[in-house]
């Protein structure tokens, strides 16, 4: 199945959680919390502007961005969870 977001919204694949705390202590699944990063997979078209114009989009397809914690819609397609998001939910992009 393929999804296509629309105007400024983006599809975003979740990292994995973390399985271990910083001093080594091995958290069980319902102990972790679910991440705020991953790597855009989709991009809409841009928002449209008042002028009928489409925005440009800040983000683009394999950037790997933070998010707000309570951001987006999550859905799963293909055994992969995703979360469709507006491109302001969008804290920061990581740059390597």
Same mark, same amino acid.
């Given at each position: @199945? ?12 979740? &990292?994995? *959680?973390?399985? #271990? /705390? *910083? =001093?080594?202590?091995?958290?069980? +699944?319902?102990?972790?919390? !679910? ?6 997979? *989709? /991009? ?6 008042? &002028?009928?114009?489409?925005?440009? @989009? =800040? ?11 309570? *951001?987006? #819609?999550?859905? !799963?397609? &293909? =055994? ?7 491109? &302001? +939910?969008?804290l920061a992009i990581i740059e390597k």
């Open positions: @199945m393929a999804v296509k977001p629309l105007d400024d919204r983006i599809l975003v694949k979740q &990292s994995d *959680a973390e399985e #271990t /705390t *910083a =001093g080594g202590i091995v958290l069980p +699944d319902a102990a972790r919390e !679910k991440p705020q990063r991953g790597k855009v997979v *989709a /991009t809409g078209p841009g928002k449209l502007l008042d &002028s009928g114009k489409r925005g440009k @989009m =800040g983000v683009k397809k394999g950037d790997e961005v933070f998010y707000g914690k309570y *951001a987006g #819609t999550e859905i !799963k397609i &293909s =055994g992969d969870e995703l979360v469709i998001l507006k491109e &302001s +939910d969008v």
